[in-house]
């Protein structure tokens, strides 16, 4: 197959080179598989280190992915993309410099250097900058009147590359916040904290030709993540959350928000009767005539936004965590559902490798590690 010409994701495309078939379907007993939560504590210096070294072996696997992936298809090199990467680096060490002194700690304690590890919370931006990305999600929040009890409670599954490393850390920062945060290999996270602010992303894409040199997502998510309450996290997003992903935020006190980026634009988005869902295609008509989801592979896109929120309305004032279990282990349209499976019919092996609810009333983040049609959800919390 020739790859050069072809617009393949940076996921996908390690897909291609790790793995050749997978098979999935029928009716299976759903198992339990649980994260060994990494307890990270702290100045950012010491956090990054304890995640660093505990995770090492996860964080060297997704930094051989990632170089392996621009040598094969595009023949860039190892140097090539660290140079890439210190492009960003005195726009986000101004931006967060906590981050910055957590990422030091991280690659002394994985035994790698700090332009590694920073390199990797730059490869969402880099997919597209090498003309690849790719990683679908379904995501929904949802509170007061549409839940039961007024609990508000968000999730999403996460679609990637199967086999990509992930990680679950508990966090306590010296400020005497603590956070729940699932890593993924380094370049992406989904975190709850003690504040009862927890998020859900989306892949969103504009043409590569309105891409700026803005700071990765990556980047951008911690310290939003950091702030004690929604108001300051969304005033970050606002600030620097520009480009490639749909940020939806929710907190304890029953409010949910999203918020829809572009290269140079961002669209605040407010709930319809307590419910907001998205998926990988813009809502903020402005933004809709650069939308690229078809771009993606990912025209099942518009059936999971309109699905989830079908199965959402059918529910209404009676939405649970088990519901919504439940709803996340859709398979309409499949394989190309909510729970997504690998389609066999296609050469790009791509499913759900994670299911992930919020309680954010109780605090409590269950997670299904794989498809939730086939693993059940673990409760984990503070």
Not at 55 to 67: D, T, V, Y
Not at 338 to 351: A, Y
Request: charged share 25%; net charge neutral; aromatic share 10%.
């Amino acid at each position: 197959m020739k790859l050069s010409k072809m617009r393949l994701s940076l996921f996908v495309v390690f897909s291609l080179i790790m793995i050749s078939t997978l098979a999935y379907g029928g009716e299976t007993v759903r198992e339990k598989k649980k994260f060994n939560v990494i307890e990270c504590s702290g100045t950012p210096y010491e956090i990054g280190k304890q995640y660093g070294t505990a995770c090492k072996e996860n964080i060297h696997k997704s930094l051989a992915m990632h170089f392996g992936v621009f040598k094969v298809v595009y023949n860039a090199s190892k140097e090539e993309i660290l140079a890439n990467a210190k492009k960003f680096l005195p726009a986000a060490t101004k931006f967060d410099p906590e981050l910055i002194e957590m990422l030091k700690g991280e690659a002394e304690g994985a035994g790698v250097s700090f332009d590694e590890v920073f390199a990797l919370r730059c490869m969402i931006e880099f997919g597209e900058y090498y003309n690849q990305i790719k990683s679908l999600c379904t995501s929904f929040m949802a509170t007061g009147k549409a839940t039961k009890g007024g609990k508000t409670i968000i999730g999403q599954n996460i679609d990637w590359s199967p086999d990509f490393p992930m990680d679950l850390l508990r966090i306590k920062h010296s400020n005497g916040l603590e956070q729940l945060t699932l890593a993924f290999g380094g370049v992406l996270e989904w975190t709850m904290s003690s504040a009862g602010l927890g998020i859900v992303e989306n892949l969103i894409l504009s043409p590569p030709e309105q891409q700026r040199l803005n700071i990765p997502c990556g980047l951008v998510i911690p310290k939003a993540m950091r702030q004690k309450n929604i108001g300051d996290a969304l005033g970050v997003f606002c600030e620097a959350g520009r480009g490639l992903l749909y940020y939806g935020l929710g907190s304890a006190e029953g409010d949910i928000i999203g918020i829809e980026s572009t290269p140079d634009d961002f669209c605040v988005l407010q709930p319809k009767d307590d419910i907001l869902v998205h998926t990988n295609h813009y809502l903020t008509p402005k933004f809709q005539k650069g939308d690229w989801v078809y771009k993606l592979g990912a025209a099942d896109s518009y059936i999971r936004v309109q699905r989830i929120e079908k199965i959402m309305k059918k529910q209404y004032g009676n939405i649970t965590v088990e519901t919504m279990m439940d709803a996340l282990r859709d398979h309409n349209n499949y394989p190309n559902a909510i729970c997504r499976h690998v389609d066999k019919d296609k050469p790009i092996p791509f499913k759900t490798v994670a299911s992930i609810i919020y309680d954010l009333d109780e605090k409590i983040m269950y997670i299904a590690y794989g498809n939730p049609c086939k693993y059940d959800y673990v409760k984990y919390g503070f």
